[in-house]
C-alpha cells in the first residue's frame, strides 16, 4: 500500500524559510522521480518541483525557482523541499508524490497522496 507522510510545514514571516520532508512507504522511491506539489485554498494543485531518479536532476514551476531546492535520501526513502525567501503566495498545503516521465511533461504516479503539511506565510 502506498503511503506519504509529509511533515515540516508551519507559519512563518515573509522572507522565512522552512524544509518539507516527505516519508513515502509501499514502493521504493529510488525508481522513480518524485514531487512536490501545492494547493492554495480555492485553486487547483500544482507541480511545484521534480527530481529525476537517474541523475538526480531537477525541474521547478517558474513561480519557486531560486527560492526552492528539492533533494532525495533514497536510503530513507524520502524527499526534501528546502524552502527559502518565502512569501505569502507560498501559502498553500504541500504534498509529495511519484512522477512518470510523459513527453516533455510528468504524470503523477499514484491515485493516492498523503495529508500534506500547510505552509502559511504571513506578510
Known amino acids: 500500500q502506498v503511503q506519504f507522510v509529509e511533515s515540516g510545514g508551519g507559519l512563518v514571516q515573509f522572507g522565512g524559510s522552512l524544509r518539507l520532508a516527505c516519508a513515502a512507504s509501499?514502493?521504493?522511491?529510488?525508481?522513480?522521480?518524485m514531487s512536490w506539489h501545492r494547493q492554495a485554498p480555492g485553486k487547483e494543485r500544482e507541480l511545484v518541483a521534480v527530481?529525476?531518479?537517474?541523475?538526480?536532476?531537477?525541474n521547478y514551476a517558474d513561480s519557486v525557482k531560486g527560492r526552492f531546492t528539492i533533494s532525495r535520501d533514497n536510503a530513507k526513502n524520502t524527499v526534501y523541499l528546502q524552502m527559502i525567501s518565502l512569501k505569502p503566495e507560498d501559502t498553500a498545503v504541500y504534498y509529495c508524490?511519484?512522477?512518470?516521465?510523459?513527453?516533455?511533461?510528468?504524470?503523477?504516479?499514484?491515485?493516492?497522496w498523503g495529508p500534506g503539511t500547510q505552509v502559511t506565510v504571513s506578510s
Open positions: 527530481i529525476t531518479s537517474t541523475d538526480g536532476s531537477t
Open positions: 509501499g514502493f521504493k522511491i529510488s525508481a522513480y522521480a
Open positions: 508524490n511519484a512522477e512518470i516521465p510523459y513527453g516533455k511533461t510528468w504524470v503523477t504516479a499514484w491515485d493516492s
